[in-house]
């Protein structure tokens, strides 16, 4: 017996350590998202291609990291991130932002905030639902066939 509680608290360890590090690798993404235009050079002046950065880098990674998150059921780690994405986009566009952009930081931290909300939270957690929805799904369904079978 201890041999078994020895390794169920192994692999929790583990697999505690791999959510961790999956949730740092997507706050370096969210964090390096806005200004991988700019390094590739493809920044324009429309914005076209920041805009196309921040889609593609906050909501996809975000839903699928919830997912994760949720099938694991680490509410905790979802909260977590929740308010982590949010202040790295306020931070990036207000404390790293390019001095040449004129604009208040009023107006930065409100630009940066709401869509930080509107694509890095709000699909994080609507990941976290979908992967405890599909993990509650997925229990009820083996506990089903499990009755079949006696």
């Known amino acids: 017996m201890p041999d078994k509680a020895a390794r169920q ?11 961790i590090a999956t949730s740092l690798v997507w706050a370096t993404l969210i964090t390096v998202s806005p200004w991988l235009p700019s390094t590739m050079g493809i920044l324009d002046l429309t914005g076209v291609a920041l805009a196309l950065s921040l889609l593609v880098f906050g909501p996809v990674p975000s839903f699928l990291l919830g997912t994760l998150l949720g099938r694991a059921r680490a509410t905790w780690l979802v909260a977590t991130c929740g308010a982590v994405g949010p202040f790295l986009w306020i ?12 604009s ?24 976290a639902a979908a ?20």
């Open 104 to 127: 208040s930081t009023a107006v930065a931290v409100a630009f940066a905030g709401a869509s930080a909300l509107g694509l890095v939270s709000v699909p994080l957690l609507g990941g």
């Open 91 to 102: 931070l990036d566009f207000t404390v790293f932002s390019d001095p040449h952009v004129r």
């Open 131 to 150: 992967g405890r929805f599909c993990c509650r799904s997925d229990t009820a369904g083996r506990l089903r066939l499990r009755g079949r079978a006696r």
């Open 9 to 19: 608290g192994a692999m929790a360890v583990g697999r505690s350590a791999g959510l």
